[in-house]
């Protein structure tokens, strides 16, 4: 019975374990509740790119469609992040992409204003640091500008953005619950282990 009191601490370390990760992954969740018009889109080993479509339809002058961002990407030394609209996939019979216009921001810094049209592909560096990650913000407006002319209004637009990363991507470092708790029972038997064996030591030198 004295031998498994040894085990209090390993338990009670798990215990501590499993609690941080419960209240640390309910935070989490909470977090992206309240945020929920943001994309959260991550970026690793064997995951490196993500298609964003957009439709506007019966397009009137003013009209705005906006996407919110949220991108991580697990990468070792300098790693760069990369948009680009797949134009062979727009929809543009009436020459739309003349006129709509797209301006992209990071943190409310604009890196992009101007049509569609003009608009080939952005790429930001990523620089390197301890924790092998990196998360960036980024906001996606798409408009018809008022001052356009008739000739635009009622029709509608179909097209896609694609977000990809480039550079040595690392896999993603979930917390590793699982292999904690393994390390934690395995220090308890092995000091359960070293207690038992001392004490079968010390009673035979006794006798």
Do not use: C
């Amino acid at each position: 019975m004295k031998y498994l009191k040894v085990l209090i601490i390993p338990i009670f370390m798990l215990l501590v374990v499993f609690i941080t990760y419960t209240l640390g992954d309910k935070k989490n969740k909470e977090a992206d509740l309240v945020n929920q018009e943001t994309k959260t889109i991550e970026f690793f080993k064997g995951n490196n790119d993500e298609k964003i479509a957009f439709k506007m339809d019966n397009i009137l002058p003013g009209d705005l469609e906006e996407k919110q961002f949220s991108i991580k990407v697990f990468h070792e030394e300098q790693a760069n992040l990369n948009l680009k609209s797949n134009k062979d996939l727009n929809n543009d019979l009436n020459h739309l992409s003349n006129v709509l216009r797209v301006k992209v921001s990071n943190d409310g810094l604009v890196l992009f204003d101007g049509t569609l049209s003009e608009f080939n592909l952005m790429s930001i560096n990523l620089e390197s640091n301890d924790e092998q990650m990196s998360i960036v913000n980024y906001e996606i407006e798409i408009f018809l500008p008022i001052e356009t002319s008739n000739s635009y209004q009622s029709t509608g637009f179909t097209g896609e953005f694609i977000w990809y990363a480039e550079g040595k991507l690392t896999s993603k470092n979930d917390f590793p619950f699982f292999l904690v708790s393994i390390l934690v029972v395995t220090t308890g038997i092995f000091l359960y282990v070293i207690i038992k064996r001392k004490g079968e030591i010390s009673h035979e030198v006794k006798s």
